[in-house]
């Protein structure tokens, strides 16, 4: 079991996850488009990523894994791409490391990183422990040669990339997926951030697949609400 949740931290999403919830249903759409879509491209790996922390792009991320995987019934792979702020480990309840980061850098290898999850079809590969993470954290060859060990393993591959604007990270993760989804808050996302977003997006424009427009809190009624999994609102995690 993860420590930090032994401490007092946030629950696993995998604690009260429902598939009738009416946020797994949204979800469940929105797979249902990506996965009619890619017919025939074989399209197995999606990026997630959001133009600023806070916008909920882990939690979206994490819902379409334990979807795809637990209603779908896909082998689905969740790698937290996001080594400045991860929050993966927290999510599913799994260790952080050896992770992400080890295996970019050779200190791990591909069975020493990944996890199993209470979610039988679900593996995840948290982001590892970087340290004081910074740009430098990140190995584009190692990530390269992480998509091409896991692609044939999977039928699903989503990643939980760092916000674009801020971090260069995710353009470069970006060039090895097959498709982005782009997560906004809605009400609250600055619209010049998601205008330099897409700017910067713009050498991978013909990935970006569709977006998701989440609000953790109020708005949307079923949109991803932390609500629904039971948080008090002092315990809900930053959303990433």
């Known amino acids: ?72 019934h896909r082998r689905t792979l969740l790698i937290d791409g996001d080594m400045r ?9 799994i260790a952080q490391r050896p992770g992400l980061y080890e295996y970019i850098h050779g200190r791990a290898s591909l069975e020493a990183v990944t996890r199993p999850t209470l979610i039988p079809t679900l593996s995840a590969i948290a982001s590892g ?5 910074t740009a430098d954290s ?10 091409a060990a896991v692609r044939p393993l999977y039928e699903l591959i989503i990643i939980d990339a ?25 009400g609250q996302s600055p619209i010049p951030l998601i205008r330099r977003m897409r700017e910067i997006l713009e050498p991978v424009q013909d990935k970006i697949v569709g977006g998701i427009v989440n609000n953790a809190t109020e708005g949307l009624p079923y949109y991803y609400d932390y609500k629904y999994y039971g948080y008090h609102a002092d315990r809900i995690p930053k959303s990433r």
């Open 1 to 72: 079991m993860n420590q930090d949740k032994k401490r007092g931290g946030p629950q696993s999403l995998l604690d009260n996850f429902s598939t009738d919830a009416p946020h797994v249903t949204e979800v469940r759409r929105l797979l249902q488009t990506l996965l009619r879509g890619s017919r025939g491209q074989d399209a197995r790996v999606y990026m997630l990523t959001s133009a600023a922390r806070g916008e909920g792009k882990s939690t979206a991320s994490a819902l379409m894994a334990m979807v795809a995987a637990r209603v779908f």
């Open 85 to 93: 702020r991860p929050c993966q480990h927290l999510l599913l309840d």
């Open 129 to 133: 422990h970087p340290g004081r993470a």
């Open 138 to 147: 990140y190995d584009d060859d190692g990530f390269a040669r992480l998509v």
């Open 162 to 186: 760092a916000p674009v604007v801020p971090v260069v990270e995710s353009t470069m993760m970006a060039e090895h997926a097959d498709g982005l989804l782009l997560v906004a808050m809605a």
